[in-house]
């Protein structure tokens, strides 16, 4: 798929952005000025753009009438008064997200707009193991896997987090909406069948008393 290009003139937000991102599976580049965003949009090929508002050069509502109507636009942004998120959706943004804004809500809206806009492969690979987010669906080797929703929704968490540890309670409060019971088993005996039903051994780490993790390594 073609990257996603994140348009941020703060170094520590623009680096936040493409490592949620990267890890989510999608690739990206950066621009931290209006004018290098420019000569970005004007010669390369983008699946998604992420335009700060506030730019040295050119500021992001310059910059939106650059954007072919057909690449989707998120404008991401401290501005957050009503009129300023009115105007960029009336520009033909499909998402105004304002700043401070959580990680997982962020690669959440991207997806989102990327599913709705038919943009890129949103397919999430693992150990032979393929996930379409769109249709819900699980392969290994070509064949269909049947998963629960739960098992679905855990592994798709997985997926989306290579490399990274995740936390017993927020990964279960992720998966259920809710903290879990004091000495609940529920998601150890998902996370058992997920591993049986995927032919997975050592791929999903258990983390004694932290989590879990699923490791980088093969696609």
């Known amino acids: 798929m073609d990257p996603i290009l994140i348009v941020e003139d703060e170094a520590a937000i623009a680096d936040l952005i493409a490592l949620t991102l990267e890890h989510a599976g999608w690739p990206c580049r950066i621009a931290r000025d209006g004018k290098y965003a420019a000569d970005c949009i004007e010669t390369g090929h983008w699946s998604l753009i992420l335009l700060d508002i506030m730019l040295p050069g050119f500021d992001g509502y310059e910059l939106k009438q650059y954007i072919a109507d057909e690449t989707p636009v998120i404008f991401l942004t401290a501005r957050i008064a009503v009129a300023d998120r009115v105007k960029g959706l009336r520009m033909g943004a499909q998402d105004y997200i304002c700043k401070p804004f959580e990680p997982e809500e962020l690669a959440a809206r991207v997806e989102g ?3 709705r ?15 379409d987010p769109v249709a819900r669906r699980v392969r290994k ?4 896997i049947a998963l629960t929703p739960r098992e679905y929704d855990l592994l ?28 609940s088993r529920t998601l150890d005996l998902h996370v058992q069948r997920l591993r049986k039903k995927l ?6 780490k258990t983390l004694y008393k932290i989590g879990y993790l699923l490791e980088e390594g093969a696609p």
Do not use: M, S
């Open 117 to 131: 806009t038919g943009r890129g492969n949103t397919e999430l690979h693992a150990f032979g193991v393929v996930l």
């Open 141 to 144: 080797n070509g064949e269909d």
């Open 199 to 204: 032919g997975w051994h050592n791929e999903i």
């Open 156 to 183: 798709e968490v997985f997926l989306r987090n290579r490399g990274v540890t995740l936390y017993r309670d927020a990964l279960f409060e992720r998966i259920w909406g809710e903290l879990p019971e004091e000495g």
């Open 113 to 115: 707009v990327l599913r």
